[in-house]
């Protein structure tokens, strides 16, 4: 029981600041949207995740892991459907630059957001995830 919680604030927090951080990641009805989705997200990697990894797991293993992301975007995408108020939307990065630092402006598609967004949950939640350990 203390684990779902767990799993349940940790994804309800990585929706949250993923809303923040990717301009494509909408989410609409406020807190009630987060909550219903962090559950369902959970439910997601607790009970289909495994299943794809398993069933993909010999073209994971001929890609060295990278086909990892197809996976984390295929979740993301159910997440999409079980959970209407979650969108992901092509959308333009206006670029960054501190100190000589320079990232260009980006323009992304849908399945450029669809990567992006699966990346930034996917990181917010693993350091979380070490956090908590």
Do not use: C
Not at 3 to 15: A, C, E
């Amino acid at each position: 029981m203390k684990g779902l919680l767990r799993v349940f604030l940790i994804n309800l927090f990585t929706l949250w600041l993923t809303a923040q951080a990717v301009a494509g990641f909408k989410v609409q009805n406020g807190w009630e949207t987060y909550i219903f989705g962090a559950a369902v997200l959970g439910l997601i990697l607790i009970f289909i995740k495994p299943l794809l990894k398993l069933l993909f797991l010999p073209i994971n293993f001929l890609t060295l892991g990278i086909f990892s992301w197809v996976i984390n975007v295929a979740i993301l995408y159910l997440l999409t459907i079980f959970v209407p108020q979650i969108r992901i939307l092509p959308f333009q990065f206006s670029g960054f630059s501190y100190q000589g630092f320079n990232i260009p402006a980006l323009s992304f598609g849908l399945f450029q957001s669809f990567l992006v967004t699966s990346f930034v949950i996917s990181l917010i939640s693993n350091f979380l995830t070490w956090l908590y350990r």
